[in-house]
């Protein structure tokens, strides 16, 4: 189990919950040990025999040697070897491009990927006419339909089933309206992306688009498989007017809105974001667009400032900590992070100020906390830390606050190496007295540890710590000096 | 290499002779020597079902790569390609083929589709003016793959955001084919039962094929008593915890792909010979196939993870037992013996060494103290590769990852049993801050959404929003996918069913036993998979018992007989169990399979369970599937 905080182990001690824990009575670890040293021991017996024929022999990679993605590296690699190839040498299989990987290839959505050619797929009534149709299993026997297959005046249903299989058909004869929408249903019918977008690809053609649009309004499946087909070969205006006159404008401007993913160009990229902001996005995307393409504007102009404050080498902040890389396309909260690292303290006024930045994109105090505390501890400002945290009652008292409680405040700040003079402010602040102590010891705050059991009046834990620290320490002599003064009253 | 296939209930070899018939049929069709160029994507499920030596016998003497450009020169008389019906394949293919004829040799070009010839691809080459080149088109129907002994999958990746995203129902259709082959080797089905839309299109089609190749019944006896087809978002909350076996464990850290797992090389170093270590240390990943052809791993896969290193130490015991009888192999009979059982030991004394070195791996994120390494780290990483920025974010995720594994836990606890679930989640946000991987945050949001039934529209909006902060705007793609298939959404009624459903088929199980199961909540430590509940519910006492729930899962639920021809009906034997194919219609986990394999070997369970899906997921990769995502730049 996790040495966990006291509390924590109450937690699970007591609640419902029953923690998921890998060591318990029987601790787990020392038996793989166990037997991880059995399997060390048996092989030092039987080493000599270690390339018996019988194993099935295995390569590094782990592939057993002889399976098919084995041998296509073994096969190219010997090729390579040989010195066959003379222009180019084929790359080893995990050096190859990577092919899109996620689709399924089963589906029609996979099917468009490339560059698409305009005014393509004109005939496919044309035969792709090799009637070999195999059944997988030699016990199905061809349905009776296919015994058609010279009679030229198929249904529906026989045309689409025709499609299925890859035989000769035509889709020509289906003139009237009614009998292309009869078509179409029955291709959705058979729930084949295929068959279906070669039926749309027919109706596109043969009908006029009002019309298509509007026998697709009341076709769920038609119209999805139509709106990919239009995506994939680059019908950008065709689309969106189907959209309009379906009525699903959120749907259109976020398609949009994704084409922005293409642009390289941050100029490009930030015109086009901007040409967004007119679509009709639900309110809160609309939101998302336009702080997006405010970010990007500012990213822009502080990159630009940045790049030539740097190489001009007028601020020290850069000479200390040269950039690496630029903030462009970068989110929000790593420019923020950006700003309170390189322009702290600038005015509110400055586009790259970590005030304006939190007023205009609406960080949560929260955020805002500790991105401005990770960015400091960093710099080891810690005066600045101090700062964030400080506020002034009416009175002029100061008073520490904040939004996250300070055990985490401790936790950060420990992980940028603060001092322990520093880790202690904090740590006194914790209010609750058992995670202070705890939280004292991991990170060696002796002073809150001392003053925290002498305000506590517990005399027995003070001796304990007492033990801990060296003889020699002022902690030592500190908690001796507390032990002996006469004036405490102990409760223990 | 397949003979774990014949060992189950059904004997799933058949299937892949089928496969591996028709293969060798396509192969013969293009005589004299040949060079296969493979889509790599197809060569893991092609690994599943044939092996080099199956296409070397049938003259295959070289394997490329698709690549563009020009072909290795091989001497070969046919180049044939095996590739998936896509259209930016064909404009490789067509490179390769007008590259090839410049150079004026006589090699003959074949495709192979898989899993299916498409007329838009055929199209596509006859743009590029090439194909007249080639000399046999045609298809291999590659739909339900024999994975393992009890298990088919199609290994289709994009399936659920298909017919849930894009309402594309292709792979349905696919499904249906691939049910009706395995009728047609393995009987009809007289019982099919089903829950939510895509389940109820798949045996509407099923029941259409059959009228269609009707007065052309199988004469098979039905080896499987029933299908049931289930919907994977009538259980959207499943996937998205954290995986408790063994095998999911290995899947949620690793991942496994086509029965591969990828793992860091380090702690596998050891068990290369003496001599060999200190040359030259593997840098790349060790690939270990994963199976029941391993008994080891066939016997602890689907065990919960606490229970691993006991089994592992009591199969050390034995293992050095059975070594140590050399000393009592006195006579030579005794001493041939024991020779003869040589090379099983050294099989299982590997097997027992591999094992170990992946549970300390696992042990090693799951609950070692002190390792900094987070194994969802270098992801992040690739993507900043500015030093300060890369220090801010090591500043963030320096956590100790077992403390955060741990942490995840908690809270996908509490969700599940419903604490919480409708306000905002400290850990949520705090990890949030701590920019960890956005799927983790994903995968929980989601989770406490699916365990609300919906979110409050304040809350939803404060996590989009910190997201898209934190982790950019361009997300919001994602986060609307997210909302179009119901994994996350705003609560539109007051109601939350969650604990109606929770309680009425017990979810949450306050001791399940890690060590010796008796409830399928072990696979998760407590929460026993919905999907599961179902399937166990149907085989005992019936769905009519739970008609309340089945209403507030999305979806119909139905029940259809299939004729049987007459003489084929089965003769049940006293005690004898009922066979009964699962079907996940847009994933499964390891872990729900663990749990099914757990109800077929129940000793009064009564019936045992073939699985079969579409692809094995977890929460990580089908989140990922649901993503939009940027293209590298």
Known sequence: MIRGKPDEDDYWNNSKFKAFTFDDEDDDFTRLKESKRAVNSIRSLVEEEDEEDDVEKVSWSGEPVGSISWSVKETESSIRSTGEVRDQSFPKIHTAPSLPKNSSGYSLSSLFKGKAKTGSFQSFSESFGDPSIRNYAPELRKPKSEYKDYVSDWTPEETVKRMQQGKVYSLEKFRSLQDKLLLLDEAVNAHDGNVITAVLIYLKKSLSKEILFRELITREIALRHYIHYLKEIGEQKLLVELFKSMDRTEDMALMQYRDHLNVRDENKRRDFLKNCLSFPFSPDDATHVQDHYTLLERQIIIEANDKQVESSGQADIFKKYPRKASILNMPIITTLYYSCFYHYGESDGTFSSPANIRKTFRISDKQFLLTCLGARAKLKAWFDVDALFTTKNWLGYTKKRSPIGFHRIVDILQKNNAPVQVLQDYVNLVEDVEQKISLAQKYKCHDVIINTYRDLKDRQQLIVYRGKVERSSSEYRKIEEILSNSQLRWKN | MSAHLSYGRVNLNILREAARKELREFLDKCAGSKAIVWDEYLTGPFGLIAQYSL???????????????????????????????????????????????????????????????????????????????????????????????????????????????????????????????????????????????????????????????????????????????????????????????????????????????????????????????????????????????????????????????????????????????????????????????????????????????????????????????????????????????????????????????????????????????????????????????????????????????????????????????????????????????????????????????????????????????????????????????????????????????????????????????????????????????????????????????????????????????????????????????????
């Not at chain 2, 590659?142 to 955001?161: C, T």
């Not at chain 2, 049931?228 to 690793?254: C, H, K, M, S, W």
């Not at chain 2, 850990?427 to 994903?442: F, H, M, N, R, T």
Request: glycine residues 6%; contains cysteine; neutral net charge.
């Open chain 2, 55 to 633: 296409l070397k016998e049938h003259e295959v003497e070289k394997m490329f790569t698709l690549k563009g450009g020009r072909l290795p020169a091989a001497d070969v008389k046919n180049i044939i390609f095996f590739v998936r019906p896509r259209l930016e394949l064909m404009d490789i293919i067509a490179e390769n083929v007008i590259s090839e004829d410049k150079m004026h040799s006589p090699r003959d070009f074949h495709i192979l589709f898989v899993p299916r010839r498409s007329m838009l691809c055929e199209q596509r080459l006859k743009e590029q003016g090439v194909l007249g080149s080639f000399i046999n088109i045609d298809e291999y129907i590659l739909d339900l793959i024999p994975y393992d002994g009890d298990l088919l999958s199609m290994e289709s990746e994009g399936a659920f955001r298909e017919c849930y995203l894009e309402s594309d129902q292709t792979s349905l259709y696919h499904t249906a084919k691939g049910l009706m082959t395995l009728q047609a080797l393995y009987g009809t089905i007289p019982q099919i039962f089903g829950k939510g839309e895509c389940a109820r299109h798949v045996a509407n089609m099923m029941l259409r094929m059959k009228r269609e190749f009707a007065g052309s019944q199988t004469q098979i006896l039905p080896v499987f008593d029933s299908l049931l087809l289930l919907d994977r978002n009538i259980d959207l909350l499943t996937p998205l915890a954290t995986q408790l076996t063994y095998e999911g464990l290995i899947d949620e850290v690793y991942g496994i792909t086509n029965g591969y797992a990828k793992l860091p090389p380090e702690k596998f170093a050891a068990q290369k010979k003496q001599g060999e270590v200190g040359k030259d240390l593997p840098t790349e990943p060790k690939k270990m196939q994963l199976n029941s052809a391993e008994e080891l791993y066939a016997e602890i896969r689907d065990k919960n993870f606490n229970a691993i290193g006991a089994a592992l130490s009591k199969k050390a015991k034995i293992i050095s037992a059975a070594f140590e009888e050399r000393h009592n192999a006195k006579t030579v009979g005794e001493i041939k013996q024991f020779v003869s059982q040589l090379p099983h030991m050294q099989a299982a004394r590997s097997s027992l060494a591999n094992h170990t070195s992946i549970a300390e791996l696992i042990k090693d994120i799951t609950s070692e103290k002190n390792s900094l390494y987070s194994f969802s780290f270098h992801v992040q990483l690739t993507t900043l590769h500015s030093s300060f920025i890369y220090l801010f974010y090591l500043y963030l995720t320096r956590q100790v990852t077992s403390e955060a594994f741990f942490d995840n836990l908690t809270v996908e606890q509490e969700f599940m049993t419903g604490v919480d679930t409708d306000k905002v989640n400290t850990y949520i946000e705090d990890c949030i801050a701590q920019k960890d991987p956005l799927i983790k945050i994903l995968r929980l949001v989601c989770m406490q959404s699916v365990c609300n039934n919906g979110l409050k529209q304040k809350i939803l909006d404060y996590y989009k929003r910190e997201i898209l902060q934190t982790y950019g705007y361009e997300h919001m793609l994602t986060l609307n996918n997210l909302e179009k298939t119901g994994l996350l959404k705003p609560q539109t009624s007051t109601r939350n069913n969650y604990p109606t459903i929770r309680k009425t088929l017990k979810l949450w199980m306050e001791d399940a036993n890690e060590q010796n199961p008796n409830d399928i909540s072990y696979v998760y430590s407590g929460y026993a998979p919905l999907s599961i509940r179902l399937t166990q519910v149907l085989a005992r006492p019936g769905w009519r018992s739970i008609e309340e729930v089945l209403k507030m899962l999305p979806g119909p639920h139905f029940e259809e007989r299939q004729q049987l021809p007459a003489g084929l009906h089965k003769k049940r034997q006293q005690g004898e169990n009922r066979t009964t194919l699962v079907f996940f219609l847009g994933g499964v986990t390891y872990a729900e399979v663990a749990a099914l394999r757990f109800l077929s070997q129940m000793e009064d369970g009564g019936t045992e369970y073939i699985i079969a899906t579409t692809k094995l997921i977890n929460g990580t990769s089908w989140i990922k599937s649901l993503m939009d995502r940027p293209e590298a730049p």
